[in-house]
């Protein structure tokens, strides 16, 4: 499948978006067209193309307009090429345009809602709205004015927390919950939130108000107080898997994990690292000095100098428990350095070796 890249619009662009889609339009006249875009700060204009390259195959002009940064939210708008016909590869490379914008306006601007106003004869783009998980908001009558004429138009919305194919899940354990990010292909993240705690990501808070694990102003809610429904239906496949298999790493009846993971933010050493750390058996430990020897084939002067830059890349790992860095410790047996904090690594590494859960409010709370 030919894959959509999306590239700010520049002056430079202003010769091929002519010849796509303004063709009785002089070359000075998009440009200035451009330039006006470049200049309004409320909206923002991409080429969707496919490839790279400035010969890359232009597919559309997509142009993100009203932008509200207090609000989160923007309007969405395309002018596709007239080189995209209705066969079924183009309607495919249509979904992408869509789908890359989607992407781009929720996990880059890290906004909350886009709306699409859609022509009400266009029923191409309608139902490309509706296969990519936009629905239909609302009728707006006589919105749209061109040949001198006024027609009605269907408003298409999306909110983050509805985008299909990239999601956060929330797993309940005894301290709290896992927010566990993916897609249909991967996991890429997991963080912990304490019982009561603000969860700060506009993202993870989003989705945990709307399937009831917080509160409306965004906390943890407590087990016993919080939404029987606790609803994550339609989760891309890949965190479905996670969900499912650290429930089951919570009742111990799993000890490794399946799923795939996603290391393309960590530099190269770092990935070195988090592959090491997979390899560690459940319910074992290891010190950062054993990683970096196995990193330095056994050279422990290289080692002994390397082992506080393991100890920053377990920190640093974003996907703990499936990558287990809790189970990576001081050379003394001291317990530092975890993302979750020092209690959530003592809570995993009981639950591993000992087969209960360390109670450090003691009151006998077992697996």
């Known amino acids: 499948m030919n894959e959509v890249f999306l590239s700010p619009v520049r002056i430079g662009d202003a010769a091929r978006v002519r010849d796509a889609l303004y ?26 193309s496919v490839g790279e390259s400035t010969d ?31 066969s079924d590869d183009d309607r495919v490379l249509r979904k992408n345009v869509l789908d890359s914008i989607l992407r781009h306006v929720f996990f880059q601007m890290q906004l909350h809602k886009v709306s699409w106003v859609i022509r009400i004869e266009d029923y191409e783009a ?9 629905r239909q908001e609302a009728i707006l009558e006589e919105v749209i004015y061109e040949n001198e004429l006024f027609s009605d138009a269907g408003l298409f919305s999306m909110l983050a927390s509805e985008y299909p194919d990239y999601s956060v899940a929330f797993v ?46 965004g906390n943890v809610l407590a087990d016993e107080l919080s939404d029987s429904l606790q609803i994550q239906s339609h989760l891309p496949e890949e ?13 111990k009846s799993r000890t490794r994990f399946s799923v795939r993971v996603n290391f393309s ?30 990193l330095t084939a056994n050279d422990r002067i290289s080692a002994r100098n390397l082992s506080r830059a393991v100890g920053s890349a377990c920190a640093e790992n974003p996907i703990p428990i499936i990558v287990p860095c809790h189970r990576v410790i001081g050379k003394d047996g001291k317990l530092v350095g975890f ?5 959530i690594k003592e809570f995993l590494l009981d639950h591993e070796i000992f087969g209960f859960f360390r109670n450090t409010d003691h009151k006998g709370e077992h697996a």
């Open 56 to 86: 890359a195959r232009f597919l559309a002009l997509v142009r993100l307009y009203s932008i509200d940064t207090n609000n989160k939210n923007t309007m969405l708008g395309f002018s596709f090429s007239s080189d995209l016909r209705y």
């Open 239 to 251: 965190l479905s898997k996670a969900v499912r298999e650290l429930k089951e790493y919570l009742r």
């Open 126 to 134: 309608e139902s490309i709205a509706l296969e990519c998980g936009m």
């Open 172 to 217: 309940r354990f005894a301290k709290g919950l896992v927010a566990i990010r993916g897609s249909q292909t991967y996991v890429e993240a997991i963080r912990f939130y304490a019982i009561g705690q603000k969860i700060e990501d506009i993202f993870d808070r989003s989705v945990a108000i709307r399937t009831g694990f917080a509160t409306a102003q």
């Open 339 to 343: 993302s979750g904090g020092i209690q």
């Open 23 to 48: 063709e009785n339009n002089a070359i000075h006249e998009v440009a200035s067209i451009i330039r006006q875009s470049i200049s309004d700060s409320s909206q923002l204009w991409f080429v969707a």
């Open 265 to 294: 933010q960590g530099s190269e050493f770092q990935r070195h690292v988090w592959n090491e750390i997979q390899k560690i058996p459940y319910g074992s430990t290891v010190s950062y000095e054993d990683i970096a020897l196995v």
